[in-house]
């Protein structure tokens, strides 16, 4: 069965300062891979996602990913934050199988960034 | 494209009454969910329509669950007999091709 694991519930950073949140998976199968982050009281937006091709992935808002087979992780960078990158961050997987894919998610990350 | 919509976005009920949540999905999305996000915790799914069919359950779904997508349109989420357990954050999302889904705003159930 799939699972995805994230290594850290909360992140404390200054503003402007990079900022790296980790994400393990496990699936016996090829997967599709995303992260989506989560503002207060809100629904879930994509930040970004990989597919195939390419292991290092841009999304909105200058973050990035880098999709590590060999490692099964998937960890979401920023080299630099801004207050209002605040927020819950979530990973989650998808297997490449059948005609629709169900997304199973980490527990989340919350970033807090300081002043 | 208006996004996923969902209605309404805050419920409360007392325990034992039943509730419907309603979803709209972005207009040529035929495909759609729902997941279930209490607190501190990631979205976990519940169960999956392809146009107006119901493909899959999740387990979480109990018998006092129903989902509905008539005409592959709108969706609907009944609960009956809600729960204290029942209280959380409802999801619905949809997409086009099997890769990335679109989420709505929510709804926060308490059950009192």
């Known amino acids: 069965a799939q699972s995805v694991t994230q290594l850290d519930s909360q992140v404390p950073v200054f503003e402007e300062a990079p900022v790296e949140l980790r994400c393990n998976y496990s699936s016996s199968v090829s997967v599709y891979l995303f992260w989506y982050v989560q503002y207060p009281n809100q629904g879930l937006q994509l930040l970004l996602k990989y597919l195939s091709g390419s292991t290092l992935v841009k999304g909105i808002n200058g973050f990035e990913a880098e999709f590590n087979k060999s490692q099964t992780s998937f960890h979401l960078r920023k080299p630099s934050v801004h207050i209002s990158d605040t927020a819950e961050y979530f990973c989650?997987?998808?297997?490449?199988?059948?005609?629709?894919?169900?997304?199973?998610f980490g527990a989340g990350t919350r970033l807090a960034v300081h002043p | 494209d208006t996004g996923v919509s969902q209605d309404p976005r805050h419920k409360i009920t007392k325990r034992g009454q039943n509730v419907t949540f309603r979803c709209d999905p972005i207009?040529?999305?035929?495909?759609l969910y729902w997941y279930r996000q209490t607190l501190g915790q990631g979205p976990e799914f519940l169960t999956y329509?392809?146009?107006?069919?119901?493909?899959?359950k999740s387990r979480l779904l109990s018998d006092r669950f129903s989902a509905e997508r008539p005409k592959g349109s709108f969706s609907t989420l009944e609960i009956q007999r809600t729960e204290q357990g029942d209280s959380a954050m409802y999801l619905c999302a949809s997409s086009l091709k099997t890769d990335t889904q679109y989420f709505g705003p929510g709804t926060r159930l308490t059950v009192l």
């Open positions: 989650a997987v998808s297997e490449i199988s059948g005609g629709y894919n169900k997304l199973i």
């Open positions: 329509f392809q146009n107006e069919a119901q493909l899959e």
């Open positions: 207009s040529e999305h035929n495909r």
